[in-house]
């Protein structure tokens, strides 16, 4: 368990680090991978609700800390994000590469809608749509594509492992 | 005399024309010779050469490099300091050099991550600049690092007029479209597409005169009070780096 915690938490690091120096760098106009989305999905995936519930919690909470204006915002859409997540993987074939994907997209877009209806409730954005649209949508193309070449690669030394 | 003397001259001939015929076939055998070393001494420097090419070729690979990514990288940055340098010499304001150490995750807020904090003498509400212009102001500050709200974020509001007519307003980020909103411009007015905008100072949080942008688009309703103004920033916030924050005099 204690294992299991320390390598989530240096993959948190990890990709915080490469959001916010390689990925955040980059001023598209659309959305942005987000590679603390994909490692959120990619955890609760393969292990379960709770775990990913926990996990969306506690890197929703260091988002908020470091980025959001507003304590909980991040943390409470990845919690639910994460949770959802868990419970879709129990009820699919987890080795479909298809559903991974359906499941990233959906989870990019419920992660997206749940965050930008508390800001827009707290009045930190002007227009709900405008940002699902122009944000979320795009984030979600790049994290399905990322995605994909995560399970292609995992596939490809899964293979060599066997062999 | 004249017999002995003939005599004499044929040995001479003999000899002249044994020379005549072998000399070819020495200087042939001599150039086969040294043909022949040479080639045995090329043969023995092989090795070395091929090393040296070896070498010659990392040389020239390395300096190769150079030319195209790090002397480009000094030029250009030369460059730019020499830009900077010429900016904080115009400007009357005391400047605190700082740099761009991370950004925001997503697109979701536009603001950027600055190497220097409370300790180096960064303040709440500093002003951040460029060469080119306004760039945002600090929101939060640390120790060592603080957060700038960037002008393209939609809670940024700066006062600010147009520089060639004077009409004052309020420039709003537009988050991620890339450009800012000037609001408050009233119908009346006659500002056109391509107009300088600068900050007012109204307000005392930014300083007058700072480049903020050009006017790109306008639309003018006769109906409508104000008119709809999009400002592009004089900014290029995807090639950030070295910035100043702004010191107040107190």
């Known amino acids: ?163 | 005399m004249l017999i002995s003397n003939h005599k004499k001259d044929l040995p001479a001939r003999i000899r002249e024309g044994g020379y005549s015929f072998v000399d070819p076939l020495r200087i042939s055998f001599l150039t086969l010779k040294n043909r022949l070393f040479e080639f045995m001494e090329n043969f023995q420097e092989i090795e070395k050469l091929r090393s040296e090419n070896q070498t010659l070729k990392i040389k020239m690979e390395e300096l190769l490099f150079y030319q195209k990514n790090y002397y480009q990288e000094i030029i250009s940055a030369n460059q730019r300091l020499r830009e900077l340098l010429g900016f904080k010499e115009k400007q009357p304001y005391s400047l605190i050099p700082v740099e761009v150490i991370a950004y925001d995750p997503h697109n979701y807020f536009k603001v950027i991550f600055i190497g220097k904090g409370k300790k180096e003498g960064i303040e709440k509400e500093m002003v951040v600049v460029n060469a080119q212009g306004l760039v945002g102001r600090v929101i939060e500050v640390y120790p060592h690092r603080a957060k700038v709200l960037l002008i393209l974020d939609e809670r940024s509001k700066i006062g600010v007029r147009d520089q060639r007519t004077r009409d004052m307003g309020i420039l709003q980020g537009k988050g991620e479209k890339g450009v800012c909103e000037l609001k408050y411009v009233l119908s009346r007015a006659d500002v056109r597409v391509g107009d300088k905008i600068i900050t007012s100072g109204l307000g005392g949080l930014f300083p007058k005169g700072i480049v903020v942008g050009k006017i790109c688009a306008i639309k003018k309703d006769p109906n409508q009070l104000f008119q709809e103004i999009e400002v592009v920033p004089s900014v290029d916030f995807g090639k950030l780096e070295e910035l100043f924050a702004i010191k107040r005099e107190k």
Request: glycine share 8%; with cysteine.
């Open chain 1, 1 to 163: 368990m204690m294992k299991k915690i320390l390598i989530l938490i240096a993959s948190v690091l990890l990709c915080l680090i490469l959001q916010i120096t390689l990925i955040g760098g980059v001023q598209a106009k659309g959305g942005k991978p987000d590679l603390l989305l994909i490692l959120l999905v990619l955890w609760a995936w393969n292990t379960d609700w709770k775990q990913g519930l926990l996990a969306g919690f506690f890197i929703g909470l260091l988002e908020d800390i470091l980025f959001s204006p507003l304590l909980g915002l991040n943390a409470f859409s990845l919690s639910l994000t994460g949770f959802v997540v868990g419970e879709v993987k129990e009820r699919v074939y987890e080795e479909n590469v298809v559903a991974l994907l359906l499941v990233t997209a959906a989870a990019s877009l419920l992660n997206g809608i749940v965050f930008f209806s508390w800001a827009r409730i707290f009045n930190i954005f002007s227009s709900f749509l405008g940002k699902i649209s122009s944000l979320t949508l795009p984030t979600s193309l790049y994290n399905c594509l990322l995605m994909f070449f995560i399970f292609l690669i995992k596939g490809k030394f899964g293979r060599e492992k066997i062999h």
